[in-house]
């Protein structure tokens, strides 16, 4: 099982950009899932998440401009930015709580990161 992260770009300030995380691999369950993000010289942080249901949470800055969404056929989250600010500017990173097989426990995957660039 692996995550696989695309989607990044330049892009100026009030622009779009849509982040797609594939898992590959056949695991037995995918639960919750995330975006996460880095900026230069800052801490991860929490983007956004969506469960298995669909339930979605945000951090505040984007509440309004960014949209996690997932497609259980297709193995794939997505994360649709709009309206874009320099601040966005940071590497981003998907997560996945996934149960690999039947008999593992859940353990949780990061993708290698994709990077936003917004420029002013």
């Known amino acids: 099982v692996q995550l696989q992260a695309s989607g990044g770009g330049l892009v100026q300030a009030g622009g779009a950009l849509r982040l797609s995380c594939k898992v590959t691999?056949?695991?037995?369950?995918?639960?919750?899932m995330g975006w996460y993000r880095q900026a230069p010289g800052a801490q991860r942080e929490l983007v956004a998440t969506?469960?298995?249901?669909?339930?979605?949470t945000y951090t505040d800055s984007v509440k309004g401009r960014f949209t996690i969404s997932r497609d259980a056929a297709t193995k794939t989250m997505y994360l649709q930015m709009n309206s874009l600010r320099p601040e966005d500017t940071a590497v981003y990173y998907c997560?996945?709580?996934?149960?690999?097989?039947?008999?593992?426990?859940?353990?949780?995957?990061w993708g290698q990161g994709t990077l936003v660039t917004v420029s002013s």
């Open positions: 691999g056949t695991p037995f369950v995918i639960r919750d």
């Open positions: 969506i469960s298995s249901g669909g339930g979605a």
């Open positions: 997560n996945a709580d996934i149960r690999a097989t039947a008999l593992r426990s859940p353990k949780v995957y």
